[in-house]
């Protein structure tokens, strides 16, 4: 029964539609692979397991009588926990949170939840979302699915590999710097991250206007499938876009020959690992095959954006701001990474701090400009593959070079699985278009995806637990 967990949401809606599965079947395999799998590498930090199955009981009466609620419905779904749930604790990652339990869902859970999906459990994160890697004083270390000697990547880590494992087929995640691309570049699935606004964040916002809610799914029709679901304006959120009920498979397998794509190898003059390097230059090609107009070229508005720290000073002050408001014994609980990157900010002057803003008011500008002149630009996700656990290298406590500027300006950008490097590891190509331009990374992500073909899942776990029947599925 375990194997149905890997299918895909629409191949799991397509079944429930045909009977030939229930959601009962799909929730206790998850469950399942969740008990045997996630000991090893700790990508989920609560399971609702009671609600969940109430939840699929009810989704099967709805499919049986040929009636569901919307188009999730039955659907097992994870979320970061930095966004609530209602009837689950949201933590942060963070000893210094409470552990009460959330009477209200954030607005982007409320519209999966309204759409049919089963809302079963909670992913972990860095604290409060701070840094690359997945590892935490509440949760401990989240570890990458194909060697679990390395890091999941961060900040959505527990999403990326919960999905990558067969925890459920898609996860809620949210993006300040690349913590939805980099995750899934390092576990193999794929990583969407709005156009700004465009799903609403409420509280899991960032002030500095940085972070963005989305999905990560085994395939691109699966990130469509729930960006269509969680998009739109909300009264939680007035930064949330003016658009609600489009449904962004529509025109998802349209061609993409004409579209001018921009690819840049190393946008940033950061050195990208050659086999990462040859993995996405042979997607490249493939984009060009399908019949895109592909230029390499350099991107000056980027030439000087690792020197601006930009957005390490905005990250830094946000995490000052969060820091100051907790007493003396809650600062003492916190991760060492968060201390340190609250006392940069803290010495950040308010010079300093303009002209940051003013550096990103820049980069909109000329990147706006750069997008008249192409559709798209393609970039490595990430310089180089995860490294070991525990702990964030020095060479890695820099903004992520390759994603972390499409945060500064807002900018739709996706990363897809390219292929493995010789370490047997995931990278990823990463998609990048207009601010507003979603539909067409997705279509070209699809494009890219469809004629790759399929990617492979990580390697069995050897070492995994041994089978426990969850309570209320069948043993």
Request: aromatic share 6%.
């Amino acid at each position: 029964m375990s194997e149905c967990a890997m299918l895909n949401a629409a191949q799991l809606v397509a079944s429930f539609r045909r009977h030939t599965l229930s959601p009962v079947e799909v929730m206790c395999a998850v469950l399942d692979r969740a008990t045997r799998l996630d000991p090893r590498v700790n990508g989920l930090c609560g399971i609702d397991e009671e609600g969940a199955l109430t939840a699929a009981c009810e989704a099967e009466e709805r499919w049986a009588k040929r009636s569901p609620c919307g188009p999730l419905d039955g659907v097992p779904v994870s979320v970061k926990d930095l966004v609530a749930v209602r009837g689950m604790p949201t933590r942060y990652g963070s000893l210094t949170a409470r552990a009460d339990l959330e009477h209200t869902d954030a607005p982007a859970v409320a519209r999966l939840r309204q759409a049919g999906a089963i809302l079963f459990g909670k992913t972990t994160t860095s604290e409060f979302g701070n840094k690359i890697v997945t590892d935490s004083p509440l949760t401990g270390v989240t570890r990458n699915p194909w060697d679990t000697r390395r890091s999941s990547g961060g900040s959505s880590g527990g999403s990326a590999v919960a999905v990558a494992l067969g925890m459920g087929p898609l996860s809620l995640a949210t993006d300040g710097g690349g913590s939805i691309r980099i995750p899934a570049c390092w576990s193999g699935v794929v990583g969407f991250k709005p156009s700004f606004g465009l799903v609403p964040a409420g509280s899991a916002s960032s002030f500095v206007a940085l972070s963005s809610l989305g999905p990560i799914a085994r395939c691109v029709e699966d990130a469509a499938l729930m960006l269509g679901v969680m998009a739109g304006p909300a009264s939680a959120d007035p930064f949330a876009g003016v658009e609600r009920g489009r449904d962004y498979r529509t025109g998802l397998a349209d061609s993409i020959a004409g579209l001018r794509i921009a690819f840049s190898p190393q946008p940033t003059g950061v050195t990208v690992d050659p086999s990462i390097a040859a993995c996405v230059r042979r997607a490249v090609l493939l984009l060009e095959a399908l019949g895109a107009r592909v230029e390499e070229v350099e991107v000056r508005p980027l030439a000087g954006y690792r020197e601006s720290k930009m957005h390490s000073i905005q990250w830094a002050v946000s995490f000052a701001r969060r820091v100051r408001e907790m007493s003396a014994v809650q600062r003492t609980r916190l991760d060492p990474d968060v201390r340190e990157l609250a006392q940069f900010g803290e010495q950040v002057s308010t010079a300093a701090f303009v002209d940051a803003l003013a550096a990103r008011h820049t980069l909109v500008q000329e990147m706006a400009g750069f997008f008249e002149e192409y559709d798209l630009l393609v970039t490595p996700v990430f310089h180089m593959g995860p490294p070991h656990v525990p702990g964030l290298p020095e060479a890695l406590r820099m903004a992520p070079p390759l994603t972390s500027w499409c945060n500064q300006t807002g900018q739709p950008a996706v990363s897809v699985p390219c292929g493995l490097t010789d370490e047997g590891l995931p990278a990823g190509l990463q998609i990048i278009s207009a601010r507003g331009a979603d539909a067409v990374v997705l279509r070209v992500a699809r494009a890219y995806e469809s004629a790759r073909g399929p990617f492979p899942a990580p390697p069995p776990m050897a070492d995994a637990v041994e089978h426990t029947a969850p309570v209320g599925c069948p043993s």
